[in-house]
Nanobody, 124 residues
């Protein structure tokens, strides 16, 4: 079974930083696209980033480009989302998701395997 465990959320002031972690188990980490999504209060869930397993590229939403960075520790099957210069509008529940497949030059938006969310609150 694909299992994903997101952690690292919390309360931070605007301009601050947080690092989220997504620990993965039960599947071939190298063969799956790993994405971060977020859902703000009263908003739809949107994709924040997605890392393709095929070409190693990470795609970022325009709203987080230059502020958020994805990295991974393959030995620990863990993906990190480093969030810098946080804004109030980054407040959301953040989820990690996984989907197997080959993605070259793109990364999926539809995922079937999800971790539980971790809440990020940015005070203004």
């Amino acid at each position: 079974d694909v299992q994903l465990q997101a952690s690292g959320g919390g309360l931070v002031q605007a301009g601050g930083s947080l690092r989220l972690s997504c620990a993965a188990s039960g599947f071939d980490f190298d063969g799956y696209a790993i994405a971060w999504f977020r859902q703000g209060p009263g908003k739809e869930r949107v994709r924040v980033s997605c890392t393709s397993p095929s070409d190693g590229r990470t795609y970022y939403a325009d709203s987080v480009k230059g502020r958020f960075t994805v990295s991974r520790d393959n030995a620990k099957n863990t993906v990190f989302l480093q969030m810098n210069t946080l804004k109030h509008e980054d407040t959301a529940v953040y989820y990690c998701a996984a989907k197997g497949g080959i993605y070259i030059g793109n990364c999926p938006y539809d995922f079937s395997s999800w971790g539980q969310g971790t809440l990020v609150t940015v005070s203004s």
